[in-house]
């Protein structure tokens, strides 16, 4: 199966130049060719001319389960949300509430040109709750890591660890800032027995555990930290020396009232953040807004117009590396998976344009894998009405 988007503006995301009116072949779900007028009689030809082409969306840190929950806890503080999120609604979510959700989350990360998410998945709390959000996924189309909460049978672990498809595994811990020490250092020693990339909230700061990490050799690029609002300068360069990935949310660390978002104490560290979207509960499942106010909130930061297209790398290739993805997807490049979207809307297809100016609605088409997974704007293989149809449904009922 070989696809030629043809004539697009496309975007690398490695670091390149942008390459106007130029065309990418995919082969067998690999990237096999990018250039201008690709002589090739390929099985599809998509004509992308005016439109960009870019690396799809990577989404670093989601709770993908809580996608029925959209929009329901606007003015949530975290200790409101912790007790009706995560304490109620989570207690009554049964096995096939998680497939669903996964299923839900997966159309509508797709929808708006996300194509890989690692998915802090509170809810796989039994293994029949691990095998429906993994049965879900199945059904998706969605790269994902599944960040499987602890504790959790190792059985479960080894089973993750084994997958090396569109699905792979992850750990989602405590952490050793939230959580004790000895359980923090014991779960990433586990997750590095099993090669799992290790997702963990934190806020950073002066007591903060990581420079007692970085003297015990603990800290690495698999360890992604989520959030951080409150990362001194000196830590932001000692996890950046350790090739430490940090995650920022901006949306959803503003509107609960985290903290400003670390992305520029990590980027004068010579870090990369990765974007998230964290939780729908109070934000929108796309990475529009949280580009937005990357953007927004660095030039306000450092008084500079720091590039707008400069956020892009943030959502793809930087989002990518920081979940254990970096040598399958995040970037045009041949030889990566073919993770590709296709956006309208510009009257100049540009970087920068897309990080102003665009929103899910220009997201016209999504191949993930080499496979199509929405088109002229409609997502092909999943009805989102009838999906949110039943989150609405699901939504209900945990909520009562
Ligand atoms: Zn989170």
Redo the contacts with the bound molecule.
């Keep these: 199966m070989s696809i030629l988007l043809r004539n697009g503006h496309v975007i690398p995301g490695d670091g390149g130049p942008e390459l106007p009116e130029t065309d990418v072949l995919t082969e067998g779900g690999v990237i096999t060719a990018i250039g201008k007028d690709l002589p090739h009689p390929a099985d599809t030809r998509i004509d992308a001319s005016g439109m960009v082409v870019m690396p799809g969306l990577v989404d670093a840190?989601?709770?993908v389960w809580q996608a029925p929950l959209r929009g329901i806890g606007a003015d949530m503080t975290l200790p409101d949300y912790l007790g009706m999120v995560l304490g109620r609604v989570l207690a009554a979510f049964r096995p096939e509430d998680a497939r669903l959700a996964a299923l839900l989350g997966a159309a509508e990360a797709l929808d708006s040109g996300v194509t890989s998410v690692f998915d802090?998945s509170n809810t796989t709390v039994t293994p029949e709750h691990t095998e429906a959000v993994l049965d879900g996924y199945a059904a998706g189309g969605l790269r994902v890591v599944v960040g499987h909460t602890v504790p959790a049978r190792k059985a479960n672990l080894q089973r993750l660890a084994g997958m090396d498809g569109l699905i792979s595994g992850g750990l989602a811990i405590l952490g050793p800032q939230y959580g004790s020490w000895n359980d923090g250092v014991r779960e990433i020693a586990l997750a590095r027995e099993l090669g799992l990339p290790v997702s963990m909230?934190a806020s950073g700061g002066p007591d903060s555990p990581f420079p007692r990490m970085y003297e015990a050799g603990l800290l690495g690029p698999d360890l992604n930290l989520?959030?951080m609002n409150a990362m001194t300068p000196a830590e932001a360069r000692m996890l950046a020396d350790a090739g430490v990935a940090v995650t920022v949310?901006p949306v959803?660390e503003a509107t609960m009232g985290h903290g400003t978002s670390a992305f520029g104490t990590f980027l004068d560290a010579g870090g990369h953040a990765a974007l998230?979207t964290?939780?729908v509960v109070n934000a929108p499942a796309d990475l529009f807004e949280p580009m937005r106010d990357t953007l927004r909130f660095e030039r306000m930061r450092s008084r500079t117009m720091y590039p707008a297209a400069q956020v892009l790398s943030n959502a793809t290739v930087h989002g990518a590396r920081s979940i254990g993805l970096g040598g399958k997807t995040g970037s045009l490049t041949v030889g990566k998976r073919a993770d590709i979207i296709v956006l309208d809307g510009l009257s100049q297809p540009s970087g920068g344009g897309v990080v102003t100016a665009l929103t899910p609605a220009n997201v016209h088409t999504v191949l993930v894998d080499g496979r199509v997974v929405k088109r002229h704007g409609h997502l092909v293989h999943h009805d989102l009405t009838a999906l949110r149809t039943a989150g609405i449904e699901l939504a209900h009922r945990t909520l009562a």
């Design positions: 840190h989601r709770h802090w909230h989520v959030h949310t959803v998230g964290d939780v």
